[in-house]
Each structure stands twice: as structure tokens, then as C-alpha cells.
């Protein structure tokens, strides 16, 4: 039960003591307790000022009451609103740890199907728009990452490590112009070199595109064709899955054919990958 002093109370306190002072005066004016008519109505009317006084006095403290409930629901609920924004704030990192663990799955399950010993690294760094486009990743040197190793995705090949630090490292994408990939196209067998290509914008969007390159003019090659690495190159393992051809057409000699190629990895959206250091 809440106690509380106040203002009113202290007032409401005072009307019903003056009333009592008031009752015991008439009741002493009095002769064997019978009233005269005046005095009679003196005392009706403290009796009814006694009821008056108790019933105001009542009413705010009722509101005093209800005015304290309220003030208990509204930190309750602020209570609440904390509580309901904590756990918010917890569901949406659970299921960001999901997806990660589901992507980082699909990587090792990549890595175990395709016999390759890899070392998993965040990227931490993406500047795909620049001169170069790379990304920088969290591992390195000191973690057994050196120049020139494979790095890929869950997707496909990546790009290789171009540059070392002791906890980090530099990936140049298979979409920069200064990559180059030796390729073969998994339908027909026939091999040439995927270089970097130009953006290509649907919707806005834009597509980081690959140029499959030195075709000869009959060499069967047809859209939808799955191209994969060749090894040849000696710095990628044979069979890693690179892109899809979306277009094919005569270079500006009209000796050879070029096929423009879609990669498998999305290079706006990628978060881990594995670095090969053995295979």
C-alpha cells in the first residue's frame, strides 16, 4: 500500500478536525444531549460537511492512487520497449551468424568436393569500381597466405593474392583488366584466356563481366556454356568454376571469336572466401 503525504491531504486533514472542534462546541451548548432547532441544524450541517470532507478527501487520494498506477505501468512498459529492442537486436545477429555458418558450410563442403586445402579469411576491404579491383581480406603472411595463391568463394574461382601483409592481404578479382585466366569451356572442352571486361548495366545494376578471348572462328562454343579453370596456367587447380557465357561474337579482325562470360561469384555481395594453399 503506497503512503504519501501532500498538500491535499494535509487540507482534508484540517477541514475534518475543525468539523470534530466544531461538534464538541454544540454538543457542550447542549442540555441532556437534546439539540434546540438551531443547534440542530448546526449539527446536520457539520455532519454533512464531515461527509464531504471524508468523501473529497477520498477522491484524492483515489486519484493520487491511480496517478502513482500510472507512472509504475509507463516505466513497465518503457521497461518493456528496452527489452522487446534488445531481443530484436539479438535475433537479427542470430541470423547473421546463421548465414555466415551457412556460407562458410558451403565453402568447406566447395573446398572438400573439389580436393583443395584452403585457409578461410573475411574480406574486410572492397574497392571492385577502382583501377584495380580487389578486395582485401584478413589473413596473410603470417597465416600462411602468400602471392599468387588461388582465392575463392562458396560460387567459384575469385581472383589470386597479388600482395601480402603479415594479418592481411590484397585479392585482384578475375574482373579486373589486369587478370588473366586460362579457361575451358566445361561442354566442348575448347580452352582460351578470361581476361577482365567492362561493366555491363541491366536495370542499374551493374554486371562485372569477363571476356573469354583467342577463339578460333569455328570453335564450338554456345551461351549457357559452363567454362571452369584449366590449370594450364599453373596457378589455378584445374576444374574450379569460373562463369557462364551470355554472349558470343567475332572480335574487331573477324579472325577470331570472343565470348563475353558472367562470373559465378557475386562481386558486389562477397564476404568469405578461402584462400587454396594446397591442392
Same mark, same amino acid.
Given at each position: 500500500?503506497?503512503? *504519501?503525504?501532500?498538500?491535499?491531504?494535509?487540507?482534508? @486533514? *484540517?477541514?475534518?478536525?475543525?468539523?470534530?472542534?466544531?461538534?464538541?462546541?454544540?454538543?457542550?451548548?447542549?442540555?441532556?444531549?437534546?439539540?434546540?432547532?438551531?443547534?440542530?441544524?448546526?449539527?446536520?450541517?457539520?455532519?454533512?460537511?464531515?461527509?464531504?470532507?471524508?468523501?473529497?478527501?477520498?477522491?484524492?487520494?483515489?486519484?493520487?492512487?491511480?496517478?502513482?498506477?500510472?507512472?509504475? $505501468?509507463?516505466?513497465?512498459?518503457?521497461?518493456? @520497449?528496452?527489452?522487446?529492442?534488445?531481443?530484436?537486436?539479438?535475433?537479427?545477429?542470430?541470423?547473421?551468424?546463421?548465414?555466415?555458418?551457412?556460407?562458410?558450410?558451403?565453402?568447406?563442403?566447395?573446398?572438400?568436393?573439389?580436393?583443395? @586445402?584452403?585457409?578461410?579469411?573475411?574480406?574486410?576491404?572492397?574497392?571492385?569500381?577502382?583501377?584495380?579491383?580487389?578486395?582485401?581480406?584478413?589473413?596473410?603472411?603470417?597465416?600462411?597466405?602468400?602471392?599468387?595463391?588461388?582465392?575463392?568463394?562458396?560460387?567459384?574461382?575469385?581472383?589470386?593474392?597479388?600482395?601480402?601483409?603479415?594479418?592481411?592481404?590484397?585479392?585482384?578479382?578475375? $574482373?579486373?583488366?589486369?587478370?588473366?585466366?586460362?579457361?575451358?569451356?566445361?561442354?566442348?572442352?575448347?580452352?582460351?584466356?578470361?581476361?577482365?571486361?567492362?561493366?555491363? *548495366?541491366? *536495370?542499374?545494376?551493374?554486371?562485372?563481366?569477363?571476356?573469354?578471348?583467342?577463339?578460333? @572462328?569455328?570453335?564450338?562454343?554456345?551461351?549457357?556454356?559452363?567454362? $571452369?579453370?584449366?590449370?594450364?596456367?599453373?596457378?589455378?587447380?584445374?576444374?574450379?568454376?569460373?562463369?557462364?557465357?551470355?554472349?558470343?561474337?567475332?572480335?574487331?579482325?573477324?579472325?577470331?571469336?570472343?565470348?563475353? $562470360?558472367?562470373?559465378?561469384?557475386?562481386?558486389?555481395?562477397?564476404?568469405?572466401?578461402?584462400?587454396?594453399?594446397?591442392?
Amino acid at each position: 500500500m503506497f503512503r *504519501f503525504k501532500s498538500k491535499y491531504g494535509n487540507t482534508s @486533514k *484540517f477541514v475534518f478536525l475543525s468539523l470534530i472542534f466544531v461538534l464538541v462546541i454544540v454538543i457542550s451548548l447542549s442540555k441532556d444531549g437534546v439539540f434546540s432547532i438551531p443547534k440542530k441544524l448546526i449539527l446536520d450541517g457539520v455532519t454533512h460537511l464531515q461527509g464531504a470532507s471524508t468523501t473529497i478527501g477520498d477522491w484524492i487520494t483515489s486519484k493520487w492512487r491511480h496517478y502513482i498506477y500510472l507512472v509504475g $505501468v509507463s516505466e513497465e512498459n518503457e521497461r518493456l @520497449k528496452r527489452e522487446i529492442a534488445q531481443l530484436r537486436e539479438d535475433s537479427i545477429l542470430c541470423e547473421e551468424l546463421k548465414l555466415e555458418n551457412e556460407r562458410v558450410g558451403r565453402l568447406i563442403d566447395f573446398s572438400k568436393r573439389m580436393n583443395l @586445402k584452403i585457409v578461410g579469411a573475411r574480406v574486410v576491404g572492397y574497392n571492385p569500381d577502382g583501377n584495380f579491383r580487389m578486395v582485401i581480406i584478413d589473413k596473410g603472411e603470417g597465416d600462411g597466405i602468400s602471392v599468387n595463391m588461388p582465392v575463392i568463394s562458396s560460387d567459384g574461382l575469385v581472383g589470386r593474392v597479388v600482395e601480402v601483409g603479415y594479418h592481411s592481404a590484397k585479392v585482384l578479382l578475375i $574482373v579486373d583488366r589486369n587478370s588473366a585466366v586460362d579457361v575451358r569451356d566445361e561442354r566442348s572442352r575448347i580452352r582460351g584466356l578470361l581476361v577482365g571486361a567492362e561493366d555491363r *548495366f541491366i *536495370f542499374e545494376r551493374p554486371l562485372y563481366l569477363t571476356r573469354f578471348e583467342y577463339l578460333e @572462328k569455328k570453335s564450338d562454343i554456345e551461351e549457357k556454356d559452363r567454362l $571452369v579453370t584449366s590449370g594450364i596456367d599453373g596457378i589455378y587447380p584445374p576444374g574450379i568454376p569460373v562463369g557462364e557465357v551470355i554472349e558470343v561474337k567475332k572480335d574487331t579482325s573477324g579472325i577470331f571469336m570472343e565470348a563475353y $562470360v558472367l562470373p559465378l561469384v557475386d562481386f558486389s555481395n562477397i564476404e568469405e572466401v578461402g584462400v587454396i594453399v594446397g591442392h
